[in-house]
Nanobody, 124 residues
């Protein structure tokens, strides 16, 4: 079993920064990537970024590219999503997911190992 626990997030003014963390434990040897997703009430969950574990590559959706970045704390098997220059439209519930397949890194596959979600609110 793989366990994913999220932390971080909160409230910030436009232009501010926040960090989300994703601690992964359990049987992690088969994991392919860590995906970050966000979901606004009434809308579908959407992938915004992914970190490919074996190659160390990263991928970002255009809406967050250049503002968000992923880092890895290998010692603690924790992945961080640093969010800068936050905008009002970044307000959402953010989820990280540990995925075992390439196709599930940025699509909300129910078979992914999901974190519990963290709220990020950007408001003035």
């Amino acid at each position: 079993q793989v366990k994913v626990v999220e932390s971080g997030g909160g409230s910030v003014q436009p232009g501010g920064s926040l960090t989300l963390s994703c601690a992964v434990s359990g049987r992690t040897e088969g994991l392919y990537c860590i995906g970050w997703f966000r979901q606004v009430s009434g809308e579908e969950r959407a992938g915004i970024a992914a970190f490919y574990i074996r190659g160390g590559l990263e991928d970002y959706m255009p809406a967050v590219k250049g503002r968000f970045s992923i880092s890895q704390d290998s010692a603690n098997n924790t992945f961080h999503l640093q969010m800068t220059r936050l905008k009002l439209e970044d307000t959402s519930t953010y989820y990280c997911a540990a995925a075992e397949y390439d196709g599930s890194c940025q699509t909300p596959d129910p078979d992914n190992h999901w974190g519990q979600g963290r709220q990020v609110t950007v408001s003035s």
